[in-house]
């Protein structure tokens, strides 16, 4: 009898597991996922927030948002508007309007890294042009995948796409040597965003931008060069095999110096005529040397580090100077550039 009683209770709490498996998995469907968030500036200085939430069924978006004073004050309203309960914990990109960038992102990436249900991992990415065509963008596409996927690494990313993380935007706020290159973006024709370059910023505000060729440039020095390729005067196309950039920092003097080398190996793709592979490498390392000293000069006039260069002089700085560092020393910094370009193969070459 006592058998009989157990294997009931046993049932019992079987069938009552599987009641709140099933509870779980209506609630799942009843939550919104949203994977953009979009922060613009709103009426009267408000806050104008966004969310875009996929609909895997039929590959397509929904938007919904609110104007209100504070950013938690607008996630609360659509929170209290909502039918479904809204779970930021599957975000994956945070865009901010430019105007929004200009002033200051510090009150969107705080709010982010404060709330503890967004991923540190999530990405940042500046929006140029109609901030709201962008966030009611209602194209066909690869929901929740697509978005994120133009920064991903094994898809849509190049080079000369700039990639920042939420931590590192915040980090990037609260240091005094080292700045960050936020991606710009606008609305894509055939795909969801369409590559503008990057924002150069000082601490929490968008001061500059640098061409897509000039983020190259940044990520190469960032020993990022996956994919990337560059046209050479108009006569070939190399791609990037390998990069490696080598730093020497020296404040024996008055004002600091850095003896940079960047090594690049490429593989030539396309010729256009018949330049020779020694022409080519000369042609190249004299476009990237351009290309690294006019981006450099751009920085300093903006007194923006986005290269980290600050960080190689730390320890020869005490604390007053490395709060001093972009106003006052990275303007001055004196820097030695050069370039070695090693041509591995010719590829498949065409013409």
């Known amino acids: 009898m006592i058998i009989k009683n157990l294997a009931r209770f046993v049932l019992l709490l079987s069938f009552f597991a599987l009641l709140t498996g099933c509870w779980n998995n209506k609630d799942i469907d009843k939550r919104l996922l949203p994977v953009v968030m979009g922060i613009d500036k709103g009426k009267n200085g408000n806050v104008h927030l966004y969310l875009r939430i996929p609909n895997p069924e039929n590959n397509s978006t929904r938007t919904i948002d609110a104007d209100e004073k504070t950013i938690d004050k607008a996630i609360d309203m659509l929170r209290t508007h909502a039918e479904e309960s809204i779970d930021l914990l599957h975000l994956k990109l945070l865009l901010i309007s430019e105007e929004v960038a ?15 249900e967004i991923s540190p991992k999530a990405l940042i990415a500046i929006v140029s042009g109609d901030f709201e065509e962008v966030m009611h963008d209602q194209k066909k596409i690869n929901v929740g995948l697509s978005a994120y996927d133009f920064f991903g690494k094994d898809s849509g990313w190049t080079p000369n796409i700039s990639i920042i993380h939420l931590w590192e935007a915040y980090r990037g706020i609260y240091t005094d040597t ?102 080519i490498k000369k042609d190249l390392e004299a476009l990237m040397r351009k290309r690294y000293l006019s981006l450099l000069t751009r920085l300093q006039a903006n007194k923006s580090d986005i290269l980290g260069i600050g960080q190689y002089f730390r320890n020869q700085m005490s604390e007053e100077q490395r709060k001093k560092w972009k106003e006052t020393y990275f303007p001055k910094l004196k820097q030695e550039f050069t370039i070695d370009v090693v041509i591995i193969d010719s590829g498949d070459l065409k013409s």
Do not use: C
């Open 102 to 116: 200009k002033d200051s992102i510090k009150e969107s990436i705080e709010f982010a890294v404060r709330s503890r």
């Open 178 to 279: 080292e700045d960050t290159a936020i991606p710009i973006i606008a609305k894509g024709t055939a795909t969801p965003f369409l590559s503008k370059g990057s924002a150069i910023m000082n601490k929490a505000r968008m001061v500059g931008k640098i061409s897509i060729e000039e983020t190259l440039i940044y990520n190469l020095y960032q020993g990022q060069y996956s994919g990337g390729t560059v046209e050479v005067m108009n006569s070939s196309t190399v791609s990037l095999d390998n990069a490696h950039v080598s730093n020497h920092a020296d404040w024996s003097g008055s004002t600091p110096k850095l003896t940079s080398h960047m090594k690049l190996m490429g593989v030539i793709e396309e010729k256009q005529g018949n330049p020779t592979n020694d022409q």
